[in-house]
């Protein structure tokens, strides 16, 4: 086999589980040459990257950022990104080591929860170099393509402490910074209980939810549970719900032909006027047009 050929099929293997099912998504590592991409694209991981030889700029829905090399970021991939730019630094060819991990796996992570709730607030994290290096991601990498199970288990687990050691100090936020009132990155007061209707939310988001049962998932007093969720997330449930529902419809317009109707409904919308009137109010179009933007864009 040529090395195009195993280039091609190692490319093949580390894509399936990105492929299958874009709106949920699977576990998975790969490790290549940084290509600027041609338009913004989101999928159900929280993502993170690792760059060595070069910076890059990203764009995460409408904000710029730049990633240095020799620092892991994350951050969740389910709203828009799109990589926009990479500066070699030195003369070795620049790699970016990838790791998808499946949003509802994140979210059932034990103490970590300063970095799911900022996450899913918009926030993109710079994991301490201390914590996390080339060779670390060259490990799990392996234990990620050898198919052994207990490899990839304690590759999770890994993951898991390393997240927990950057919440000791040392994580630099290049969106979201939940430490720039108090000075340092922490979990708010009973984030755990947070951290379940956020959970509950997102794996409901098709059904009919009222903030009582978004409360019911912690078993504390609707108005308790309320009250706890705005202020960590900075808005009230419902309206995180509607955020959420308008971020699996937009990535259904972009990666299907579903008819707009089913959309509203596959959201938890419960009209096409209300997922219309939701939609306009946040992207400034109705969804069809959104849509057809996109489609150009794509096909150019």
């Known amino acids: 086999m040529t090395r195009s050929s195993r280039d091609r099929a190692r490319s093949i293997h580390e894509r399936q589980f990105y492929a299958l099912n874009r709106a949920v998504g699977r576990f998975g590592i790969r490790s290549f040459r940084p290509q600027i991409m041609a338009a913004p694209h989101w999928h159900g991981h929280v993502e993170f990257n690792y760059l060595e030889n070069a910076s890059m700029t990203y764009d995460v829905d409408g904000r710029v950022v730049e990633l240095p090399p020799g620092r892991l970021a994350l951050f969740w991939a389910g709203v828009p990104h799109q990589l926009t730019a990479v500066t070699p630094v030195g003369e070795a060819p620049p790699r970016l080591t990838n790791l998808y991990l499946p949003l509802d796996a994140f979210l059932f992570m034990p103490h970590v929860a300063a970095l799911q709730i900022t996450l899913l607030n918009g926030g993109l994290a710079l994991m301490p170099e201390a914590v996390c290096d080339a060779a670390t991601l060259d490990r799990w990498y392996r234990d990620y393509r050898s198919n052994d199970v207990e490899r990839v288990e304690i590759l999770k687990m890994e993951l898991n402490a390393m997240l927990r050691r950057g919440l000791l100090g040392g994580i630099d936020w290049l969106l979201g910074d939940p ?34 049962d978004i409360a019911a998932a912690t078993g504390l007093h609707e108005n308790y549970a309320t009250t706890l969720f705005s202020r960590a ?46 939609f306009r109010a946040a992207y400034g179009m109705p969804p069809q047009v959104m849509r057809d933007r996109y489609m150009a864009m794509t096909l150019r």
């Not at 007061?189 to 997102?202: K, N, P």
């Open 179 to 212: 430490g720039a009132e108090s000075g340092r990155t922490q979990a708010p007061a009973h984030a755990h209980h947070v951290v379940a209707m956020i959970r509950f939310i997102v794996e409901n988001l098709a059904e009919p939810m009222s903030n009582a």
């Open 233 to 278: 997330m900075r808005l009230p449930p419902k309206q995180f719900l509607i955020r959420m529902r308008l971020l699996r419809a937009r990535a259904l317009l972009m990666e299907s032909g579903t008819p707009v109707t089913a959309i509203a409904a596959a959201s938890g919308f419960s009209s096409s006027s209300q997922f219309y009137a939701h």
